[in-house]
């Protein structure tokens, strides 16, 4: 089969950074999600926090709902506040690019769909669940009631689709922004797997 590099946007609770691992340990292939913001801080000199889902405890998600915009992913290179989001996101770009041009390999999240659309080597996976299912696997997790989980959920998916907005312009729950977009709580994680290598095979087969 032929290598991809295999992009996974994923609603939380839905188990897709899990299903990123089994795929890339099925393929042999390496797995990045929190690498990238390790690569992208000490490739920046900025704090990894700064990269960090961890800021929506913060202001972040107030600031994207005031401010989101545009088309363009990376900032103007005569930005002087390289701490601000576009900037920290560029530091994201560069090295997501840099881990495609190394080979196959499974990305999580960070906008990566968008920012290797148009290479022919690329895969781009949704995975999504009802909201039953993302409970109750954000439950296994997350040692909270399960109404903080609730709202835990709803505010990690609503960042996750502001930053989305505000970095590509798009709508992260837009399917076609995708190659595929698979239903975890139908198929499961292995179930989901398996699509995504089907997916692969028959692209191979067709794509001229």
Known sequence: MKPYVITIARQYGSGGKTVGKMLADKLGIPFYNREIITMASEDSGVNAM???????????????????????????????????DEALFAYQVKIIRRLADQGPCVMIGRCADYILAGRPDVVRVFVHAD??????????????????????????????????KHHTGHDWYDARNY????????????????EIIKYMEVREQFQK
């Open 50 to 84: 700064l990269f960090s889902d961890e800021r929506l405890k913060g202001d972040f998600l107030t600031r994207l709902r005031a401010h989101y915009h545009g088309n363009t992913p990376v900032p103007n290179d005569s930005s002087k506040s390289y701490l601000k």
């Open 179 to 194: 190659d595929l977009s698979l239903n975890s709580g139908v198929l499961g994680f292995d179930g989901t797997v398996e």
């Open 131 to 164: 909201k039953d299912f993302c409970l109750e696997q954000a439950m296994k997790v997350d040692s909270l009631p399960e109404n903080e989980v609730e709202k835990k959920i709803a505010e990690i998916d609503e960042y996750r689709a502001r930053y989305y």
